[in-house]
């Protein structure tokens, strides 16, 4: 079991959570538009 942790580790790991979840949202929105580009190019 992990050790309780501060008010202040807590709102690092939310940030970087945040930050993680960005990216990845960031990601797969950008691979989606270069799916729709490719298939875009097709027609």
């Known amino acids: ?3 309780p ?3 202040e580790a ?4 939310n940030t970087v959570w945040e ?5 990845k ?3 797969e929105r950008d691979e989606k538009e270069k799916r729709n580009d490719e298939t ?4």
């Open 25 to 27: 949202i960031k990601k």
């Open 10 to 13: 807590n709102e690092i790991d």
């Open 19 to 23: 930050i993680v979840d960005y990216s």
């Open 5 to 7: 942790k501060s008010d």
């Open 40 to 43: 875009a190019n097709i027609n």
């Open 1 to 3: 079991m992990k050790e």
